[in-house]
C-alpha cells in the first residue's frame, strides 16, 4: 500500500497516512498492482477485488467475468443496451453512462 501525499500537514497511523486541512480529513491510498489512487481503505478493499483471479459474475450474453457486481452491472449498460439516457443539456448529444455524460458537459463548459 502506497500512501499519497496531498498536503503537508498529516498525521501517521501506521498503515496510511491522515491528511488535515481545515479540519477535513482526506486519505489517500494508491493500489500496488496498478497504481489507482482511493480515498479511504474500504474502497481500497473494493478496487482490490478486480484484480482477484476468481470472476464470480458472468455476463449472460458474452460470457466476460467480473469480480464486483457493480462492474458486470455497468459492463451491461455502456456494452450491451441501446438505451441512451443521458442527455448533454448544451448540445443534446445521449450518453449510455451518467460518467461519460458528465465528462462530456465539463468539457463543454470549458470550451466556451
Known amino acids: 500500500m502506497e500512501i499519497v501525499q496531498e498536503n ?3 498525521k501517521s497511523s501506521g498503515l496510511f497516512q491522515v491528511y488535515l486541512k ?3 480529513v482526506k486519505v ?3 493500489c500496488q498492482h496498478c497504481s489507482t489512487i482511493c480515498s479511504s481503505i474500504p474502497q481500497l478493499n473494493r478496487h482490490l477485488r478486480s484484480h ?3 470472476k464470480d459474475f458472468i455476463c449472460s450474453m458474452c460470457s466476460r467475468g467480473f469480480a464486483r457486481k457493480h462492474d458486470l452491472l455497468r ?5 450491451h ?4 439516457p443521458y442527455e448533454c443539456p448544451k448540445c443534446s448529444r445521449r450518453f449510455k453512462r451518467k460518467d461519460a455524460a458528465k ?3 465539463n468539457r463543454q463548459i470549458k470550451l466556451l
Do not use: F
Not at 459492463?75 to 456494452?79: A, G, M, R
Not at 443496451?81 to 441512451?84: A, L, V
Open 28 to 30: 489517500q491510498v494508491a
Open 22 to 24: 481545515d479540519e477535513e
Open 81 to 84: 443496451s441501446t438505451e441512451r
Open 52 to 54: 482477484m483471479a476468481t
Open 8 to 10: 503537508p500537514i498529516r
Open 103 to 105: 465528462r462530456h458537459c
Open 75 to 79: 459492463h451491461e449498460t455502456s456494452i
